[in-house]
């Protein structure tokens, strides 16, 4: 029932990172991948990476913001079973001086991106009987923190639009679900974990530590396996659930500082 055999699925964002993994994942549950990213050399990059892996991946320039690439590279895949939302961005600024231009930047690539590409894959989906939408959300998507407005705004709204897909098309057999990673070492959090001058950990880094009852952060590998769940036929009375692979962040008030 965790197979993925024969199935078409489209990762956004996928060169690297979160993006990669689930994608390398869904390849080794038997699915053919269709990836994309934002640049030329951003796709090929990750073709080597996925030909290094034995993954015979197939590579789309696309900016998800998009809506006629977006249109255009969903009618040139053909049909897609399932769809994974992971192309993503934050911007770490103070909301009083953040401006409406990177404010919307964000939303546009976090929220409005994810409900172009769902719109662009549900009608094939519902004329061959059902698919599979996998929105990456957030721990923002429950909780807030300094300079992470625009961002928490768009993951929670990913939330809300993960349940309303789930709700609307569920009757067309297609199961829309979130997966909400906790803290994951990725490049885009590579700044929460820099080393101090003097050589110590970064204060968030300490904090994730501490908040984390798993005590560690994250790896994109970590989140392979809800992701083939969900991508699965094993899933396909789960709908409109938001999956945190968070190491027990949400459960946990924190460790008390020594
Ligand atoms: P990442 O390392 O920054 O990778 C994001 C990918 O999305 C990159 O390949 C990026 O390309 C691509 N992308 C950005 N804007 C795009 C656009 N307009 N069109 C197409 N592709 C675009 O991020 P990550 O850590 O792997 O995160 C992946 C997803 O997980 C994101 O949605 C993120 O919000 C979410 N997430 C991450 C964490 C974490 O702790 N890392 C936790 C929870 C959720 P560029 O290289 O050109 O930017
Ligand atoms: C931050 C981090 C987080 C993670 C992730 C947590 O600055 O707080 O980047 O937002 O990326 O979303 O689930």
Not at 31 to 58: Q, S, T
Not at 150 to 175: R, V
């Amino acid at each position: 029932m965790f197979s993925l055999k024969g199935k078409t699925a489209l990762v956004t964002g996928a060169s690297y990172g979160i993006g990669f993994a689930i994608a390398k994942g869904m390849a080794e549950a038997g699915a053919n991948i269709v990836f994309n990213d934002i640049n030329e050399e951003l796709v090929n990059k990750g073709l080597a990476a996925y030909k290094e892996c034995g993954i015979e991946a197939r590579g789309f320039v696309c900016d998800v913001t998009d809506e006629t690439a977006v249109s255009k590279m969903v009618e040139e895949i053909g049909h897609i079973d399932i769809l994974v939302n992971n192309a993503g961005i934050i911007k770490r600024i103070p909301m009083h001086e953040m401006s409406a231009e990177d404010f919307r930047k964000v939303v546009d690539i976090d929220l409005n991106a994810p409900f172009m590409m769902a719109k662009a894959v549900i009608p094939s989906m519902i004329k061959k009987g059902g698919g599979k939408i996998i929105n990456i959300c957030s721990m923002t998507s429950e909780l807030g923190r300094e300079t992470v407005s625009a961002y928490a705004a768009a993951k929670g709204g990913l939330k809300m639009l993960t349940k309303n897909i789930a709700s609307e098309y569920g009757e067309y057999n297609i199961q829309c679900n979130g997966i909400g990673p906790g803290y994951i070492a990725t490049p885009q959090t590579a700044p929460l974990r820099e080393k101090q001058a003097d050589g110590s950990r970064h204060p968030f880094d300490s904090f994730i530590i501490a908040k984390t009852p798993a005590a560690r952060w994250g790896t994109p590998e970590d989140l392979v396996g809800p992701a083939v769940f969900l991508a699965s036929s094993a899933s396909d009375f789960v709908n409109g659930h938001i999956l945190y692979v968070d190491g027990g962040i949400l459960a946990y008030i924190g460790k008390q500082p020594k």
